[in-house]
């Protein structure tokens, strides 16, 4: 191969490679788990909202204790009445959806205690809700947990870190380039 073409080939490689970094340009953001439990794809998830990620891209948690508590630092944007789920917005504008169990919208907040309200400013840590685990299972609910990022539009990139055991407010289960921050 001559010179000419392979000092195109460089040129265009090297273009394409600073387009792509371009695109990419933001900050990662990583979230840790919101509960102790396995960490596994959405795909395993019994409902379509989440498997067929309707509700947002992320990852689910199955349980082994009954606390959930923010994965990021941000504010509580919502809290459902029954208190089965609620909504962190980290500064960046990124939403993150703890969604605790499948179906448990049906149980009209029994076994639930949120700890934290609307508008709340929260640290990574901080315990937001209480949930019995018991329950949950007795009434015939899934307990798999989703934690889903709700505008990806805000999203360049995003890695759920799966198939492992986890530990609330300590492990890493999702990191997300955000645009712009």
Known sequence: MNEIIKGKIRYLFTKQKQESLHKEQG?????????????????????????QRIAGDGLAIIPTNGKVVAPIDGVVSHLFD??????????????????????????YGEGFTALVGIDQQ???????????????QQAGCSIAT??????????????????????????????VLVKGI
């Open 27 to 51: 900050n990662w953001l990583t979230f840790v788990a919101p509960v102790t439990g396995k960490a596994v794809s959405l795909d395993e998830v019994e409902d379509l909202v989440f498997s």
């Open 82 to 107: 029954t208190s089965h789920a609620v909504s962190i917005q980290h500064p960046s504008g990124l939403r993150v959806l703890i969604h605790v169990g499948i179906d448990t919208v049906k149980l």
């Open 146 to 175: 989703p934690v889903v990022i709700t505008n990806m539009d805000l999203a360049l990139k995003q890695k759920a870190m799966i198939q492992r055991n986890v530990v609330a407010g300590v492990d890493p289960v999702l990191e």
């Open 122 to 136: 929260v640290k990574k840590g901080d315990e937001l809700i209480q949930f019995d685990l018991d329950l949950i």
